[in-house]
Nanobody, 125 residues
Framework: QVQLVESGGGLVQTGGSLRLSCAASGLIFSHYSMGWFRQAPGKEREFVAVIPYLSGGGTDYADSVKGRFTISRDNAKNTVYLQMNSLKPEDTAVYYC?????????????????WGQGTQVTVSS
């Protein structure tokens, strides 16, 4: 049974930082591209960042987070991270991690095979 468990969310002031983690089990982690998405109230789930499973593959980010967020992975720990710096109120959302077998950089919700339950990030102004 595949499980993705996000953690690290919370309440932070504008300009602050958070580091999200997503621990995976029940799959061969190194064979999956991993993505972070977010969903604000009343909005659709949107792409944030992705890191491919192919060694040497490049990461990709939504324009709204480029230069502020960094995605990384530790295959030995079956974990993907999202370092979020210079947070803004518009970053407030539930953040989800997803796993996809595609070797490319999937950015669409329907491309992902598995999802976590999400972790809330709230940025106060």
């Amino acid at each position: 049974q595949v499980q993705l468990v996000e953690s690290g969310g919370g309440l932070v002031q504008t300009g602050g930082s958070l580091r999200l983690s997503c621990a995976a089990s029940g799959l061969i982690f190194s064979h999956y591209s991993m993505g972070w998405f977010r969903q604000a109230p009343g909005k659709e789930r949107e792409f944030v960042a992705v890191i491919p499973y192919l060694s040497g593959g490049g990461t990709d980010y939504a324009d709204s987070v480029k230069g502020r967020f960094t995605i990384s992975r530790d295959n030995a720990k079956n974990t993907v991270y999202l370092q979020m710096n210079s947070l803004k109120p518009e970053d407030t959302a539930v953040y989800y991690c997803g796993a996809d077998r595609s070797p490319l950089n999937p950015k669409l919700v329907h491309e992902y095979d598995y999802w976590g339950q999400g972790t809330q990030v709230t940025v106060s102004s």
